[in-house]
């Protein structure tokens, strides 16, 4: 698979550093500057399924294993829709 050297992973972290330039020349280079980091969103959650455990009359159980690809953050929350 051919992969384009230009482009990083979601969640690759960046460092950069920055030189200014006018027409008398270039400065000093900066200092790093506090990492980037290339995010998106997460994949949606897989199998989803029916936990039988707590099942009543006025609540359901369900489970799912969480997506492989996360957006380049930890996943904070879940909503669960339902009609």
Known sequence: MRTD???LPWG???WA?????????RSETSEEG???VIL???DPPLNLV????PKS?????LSWID?????????????ISYD
């Open 5 to 7: 050297p230009y482009m």
């Open 12 to 14: 690759s972290s960046i």
């Open 17 to 25: 550093k920055v030189t200014a330039i006018n027409i008398y020349g």
């Open 34 to 36: 506090n990492g980037a």
């Open 40 to 42: 998106t969103y997460p």
């Open 50 to 53: 029916e936990d039988w455990s």
């Open 57 to 61: 009359q006025t609540s359901i159980g």
């Open 67 to 79: 997506s492989t690809f996360n957006g380049g953050a930890d996943f904070l929350d879940y909503r």
